[in-house]
């Protein structure tokens, strides 16, 4: 059972355009909601996290989208870049426990 | 200056071999994980330690048995290798917070081809 489940699976979006990452889980004992990205050939980094006593975060270019009661979550890239180029992974976990539950991940193409 | 470093980056075996990957953070975490990625970029998590001792095993055959020989080093040793066992193998590490969650820190991985 995949606790968490992310689309699309890929996504090719122009330079300067917005990309758009759903993610929606089950588990309502989640409570730690973060975004990794990767490159090819190296391991996830975390990119931008949130806790569901906030609608929004918004980092740089980066925001995530929270709704507590659809219990979903996405990543928007603003102007998006060749550079955002990349594997992406949501990830829900619960307080105290640290395991983390990814989605599948969205391969995320970027042309110039 | 590496965070989280692995050893060997690549490692191809034949099945029924036995091998061990390791793992080491420089960031004073008291918490380490192993990770697996799937040739379909599934990412699962195996096993994590807190201060040497076991505090997640998922499920994962017994033929992998991880070994923390002191906070800042997890090794993952496998036997009998088996064709599925191929994969990415990611260590992490976090601190670990009563009550919180925290930034987990990825290696840079291990690629494992069984052949």
């Known amino acids: 059972q995949q606790q968490v489940k992310q689309s699309p699976q890929s996504l090719i979006v122009q330079k300067g355009g917005i990309s758009i990452i759903n993610c929606a889980y089950e588990?309502?004992?989640?409570?730690?909601f973060p975004w990794y990205q990767q490159f090819p050939g190296k391991g996830p980094a975390l990119l931008i996290a949130?806790?569901?006593?906030?609608s929004e975060k918004k980092e740089g270019r980066f925001t995530i989208s929270f709704n507590k009661s659809a219990k979903q979550f996405s990543l928007h890239i603003m102007d998006s870049q060749p550079g955002d180029s990349a594997t992406y992974f949501c990830a829900a976990s619960k307080a105290a426990g640290n395991k983390l539950t990814f989605g599948g991940g969205t391969r995320v193409l970027v042309k110039p | 200056d590496t965070a989280v470093s692995q050893t060997p980056k690549y490692l191809v075996t034949q099945m029924g071999n036995d091998k061990s990957i390791k793992c080491e953070q420089n960031l004073g975490h008291d918490t380490m994980y192993w990770y697996k990625q799937d040739s379909k970029k599934f990412l699962k998590i195996m096993f994590s330690?807190?201060?040497?001792?076991?505090?997640i095993n998922e499920t994962v055959p017994n033929r992998f048995s991880p070994k923390s020989p002191d906070k800042a080093h997890l090794n993952l040793h496998i036997n009998s290798l088996e064709l599925g066992d191929s994969a990415v193998y990611f260590c992490?590490?976090?601190?670990?917070?009563?009550?919180?969650?925290?930034?987990?820190?990825f290696g840079p991985g291990t690629r494992l081809t069984v052949l």
């Open positions: 992490a590490s976090s601190r670990r917070l009563a009550g919180d969650s925290d930034t987990q820190y």
């Open positions: 949130i806790r569901p006593d906030v």
């Open positions: 330690y807190n201060n040497k001792e076991l505090i």
């Open positions: 588990n309502t004992a989640f409570d730690y």
